[in-house]
């Protein structure tokens, strides 16, 4: 069974970095890209964009591009999307999701985390 | 456009059959998959590549596209379908898109 297990719920300061992962199983996680999707609170589903983990290959939506990171760890089969300094617009539902092979939608999503900013 | 829109809500008497639309330039040419999301829970993909259901996903839910708009029509409404229901293509670019979604009320 595919699954993807979301760090948990995080509650963070303006201006402090994050990490927060996503943990692919039941598949081979190298051969799938994963996608970022951010919902802030009452709102509809924003792509954020997208990270192929067998190389590292990233695509970010132009309205994030340069305020956030997609990285990834083949090792242990995790993704991470992180912050170098937080904004209280970025208090959001993140979620990872799967995207099937050769096409654009997204077939597994993981749970969601919750970072909420504020001072 | 590079834009997806959906009317903001929706509603249907339990058991009657009931539309959802999705609207945008990009879906002549890119087809639209759709996702049902339920209060605190994730989404979840319901139709995928215009009319293909995921296994687990009731026959009653299906897809169809015509020109610049896209459908997703329920036929026998459950009260279960009642959540908000998003669609999703991508753009010339690769980008991928998501219209800003439907609620469903089911009544």
């Known amino acids: 069974e595919v699954q993807l297990g979301q760090s948990g719920v995080e509650v963070k300061k303006p201006g402090e970095s994050l990490k927060i992962s996503c943990k692919g199983s039941?598949?081979?996680?190298?051969?799938?890209?994963i996608g970022w999707v951010r919902q802030m609170p009452g709102k509809g589903l924003e792509w954020m964009g997208i990270?192929?983990?067998?190389?590292?290959?990233?695509r970010y939506s132009p309205s994030f591009q340069g305020q956030v990171t997609f990285s990834a760890d083949k090792s242990i089969s995790t993704a991470y999307l992180q912050w170098s300094s937080l904004k209280a617009s970025d208090t959001a539902m993140y979620y990872c999701?799967?995207?099937?092979?050769?096409?654009?939608?997204?077939?597994?999503w993981g749970q969601g985390t919750l970072v909420t900013v504020s001072s | 456009s590079s834009e997806l829109t959906q009317d903001p809500a929706v509603s249907v008497a339990l058991g009657q059959t009931v539309r959802i639309t999705c609207q945008g330039d990009s879906l002549r040419s890119f087809s639209a998959s759709w996702y049902q999301q339920k209060p605190g829970q994730a989404p979840v993909l319901v139709i995928y590549d215009r009319n293909n259901r995921p296994s687990g996903i009731p026959d009653r839910f299906s897809g169809s596209s015509s020109g610049n708009t896209a459908s997703l029509t329920i036929t026998g409404a459950q009260a279960e379908d009642e959540a908000d229901y998003f669609c999703n293509s991508r753009d010339s670019s690769g980008y991928r898109l998501f219209a800003g979604g439907t609620k469903l009320t089911v009544l």
């Open positions: 999701a799967r995207q099937a092979g050769g096409s654009h939608y997204f077939d597994n």
């Open positions: 990270i192929y983990p067998g190389d590292s290959d990233t």
């Open positions: 039941g598949y081979t996680f190298t051969s799938y890209w």
